[in-house]
């Protein structure tokens, strides 16, 4: 049995604590993970447990784990994702990649490292999907689509065929991309939206159409 450590002790870490009893539960024991608890640099949250995981400290606790115990990050803004991943890196930490046994993907999906999709998603077919994205239950990517790296999709986003979502992009709740959309790197799409044309690099857009609100910094 694999161990394995969560990176980010809030909602989000809860589930993944919940997605990996599931993995656990259709796997074999060696690909099954162990477990260990969560890894936050909150210290009021230092020594509690979260169904029934403790938080085991920082990232001095991280490092004082043996160098084979693999990690995840689950903290949803892709800025701090991507410094928390930068500094489980610079302590050499293997990166696990998560997939709820219920998802349906094709064998010719490209999945990168420390990836989490959690259950009731659908990816069909020439997708490419990059390291450190994390995708909530409930979520439709279409043909050709392309996720880029540390990108978050909140619960049930629809991105149709050949979509392509930057880096560090947030797309939240509901969201629905059309056919061939280009989302520029580290934007934001609010809830609900539906995006019918391309959007810039570092842009907020809410709506119905989406429309850019403002450039961010």
Request: proline share 4%.
């Amino acid at each position: 049995m694999r161990e394995l450590v969560i990176i980010g002790a809030g909602g989000f870490g809860l589930e993944a604590s919940l997605l990996v009893e599931e993995i656990n539960e259709k796997s074999s024991s060696d690909q099954a993970w162990n477990l260990l608890g969560f890894i936050d640099e909150a210290t009021e949250k230092w020594n509690m447990k979260y169904r029934g995981y403790p938080v085991l400290g920082g990232w001095e606790a991280l490092a004082r784990l043996p160098e084979d115990v693999s990690v995840i990050c689950v903290v949803a803004d892709p800025k701090i994702k991507r410094k928390m991943v930068e500094e489980a890196q610079g302590l050499g930490r293997p990166f696990a990649t998560l997939i709820h046994p219920d998802v349906t993907i094709a064998k010719d999906v490209s999945v990168g490292k420390g990836v989490l999709i959690n259950k009731g998603c659908l990816l069909t077919t020439s997708i490419k999907i990059g390291d450190y994205v994390l995708i909530n239950p409930g979520c439709g990517i279409g043909h050709d689509a392309e996720i880029g790296s540390f990108t978050t999709m909140m619960w049930r986003v629809n991105i149709s065929g050949a979509v392509k979502v930057g880096e560090g992009c947030m797309v939240g709740t509901g969201v629905i991309i059309l056919q061939g959309v280009v989302i520029g790197d580290c934007s934001t799409v609010g809830a609900g939206a539906v995006v019918t044309k391309d959007l810039p690099d570092n842009c907020t857009a809410f709506g119905v159409p989406a429309q850019v609100i403002k450039q961010n910094t």
